[in-house]
């Protein structure tokens, strides 16, 4: 099991749903740590519901000039946990070139960019941890996701990447790929959203896959084997389990 004890952790994404349940949830198991997500306002909120509380640094993972300064500011951490990200539900037929673009900018190159800011430092001592967070939906293509479900096929495949390299060395790398979650994000969806979990019961999950080790841990379990097993579907039999996106 994993000590978080004293550990410096940086967490972006962290103002709110899953990054602020888990933030609470390392914070109880004493971990020291550095919230990070765009509103000034939000993180001093989120911090002061943190037991012991926490350092703020306000970062755009959209733009790369202000990771740089975030992750300068910050310095040297134990690990990194990427959660940032940005959800619209969107068909082919609606395409919206702004929020598509946006979805992969912020979901996808902004994990990138966080994780380039701080693996130079991880490489240097040989010590660090890496957590990505990916998405049921980035298994297969699915309707309506059109933007979100790539970018997050993306984070895990960043994630995969990483892992290969890095799975020798003193570096751990780990993904989470959770379904529904009850967020103002998924409550933009207007269909049903089977096995939806709240922010806390999702980030005791994490958190677990987190301390005991093991690279991906998808959740909620049963929710899972349609995603993974679709893998090995034929494409004339995952498409026919979905309905079109129009």
Not at 97 to 116: S, W
Not at 220 to 237: E, I, K, V, Y
Request: proline letters at 5%; a positive charge; aromatic letters at 10%.
């Amino acid at each position: 099991m994993r000590d978080f004890t004293g550990k410096r952790y940086w967490l972006v994404g962290a103002s709110e749903g899953l990054g602020l349940a888990l933030a609470q949830r390392m914070a109880r198991a004493g971990a020291r740590l550095v919230l990070s997500a765009r509103s000034p306002e939000g993180l001093a909120s989120a911090a002061a519901s943190i037991p012991g509380g926490a350092e703020t640094v306000p970062v755009d993972v959209a733009d790369s000039a202000s990771v740089r300064a975030a992750a300068d500011r910050i310095g040297t951490v134990d690990g990194v946990v990427f959660l940032a990200g940005v959800y619209w539900p969107m068909a082919a037929q609606d395409w919206d070139a702004d929020r598509a673009e946006a979805m992969l900018n912020v979901n996808a190159t902004g994990c990138t960019r966080v994780i380039g800011a701080v693996l130079p430092q991880m490489l240097a001592r040989n010590a660090g941890h890496i957590v990505i967070t990916g998405s049921l939906s980035g298994f297969r293509g699915l309707p309506g996701a059109i933007g979100y479900a790539a970018s997050k096929a993306a984070t895990m495949v960043l994630a995969e990447s990483l892992y290969a390299d890095l799975r020798k060395t003193g570096i751990t790398v780990q993904v989470a790929n959770p379904g529904f979650i009850r967020t103002r994000l998924t409550a933009k969806n207007d269909f049903a959203m089977p096995f939806i979990l709240e922010p806390e019961a999702a980030a005791d999950i994490m958190f677990t896959h987190m301390a005991k080790g093991g690279f991906k841990r998808s959740f909620p379990t049963a929710f899972s084997w349609l995603f993974r097993g679709g893998q090995f579907l034929p494409d004339a039999l995952w498409y026919r389990m979905f309905p079109p996106g129009k």
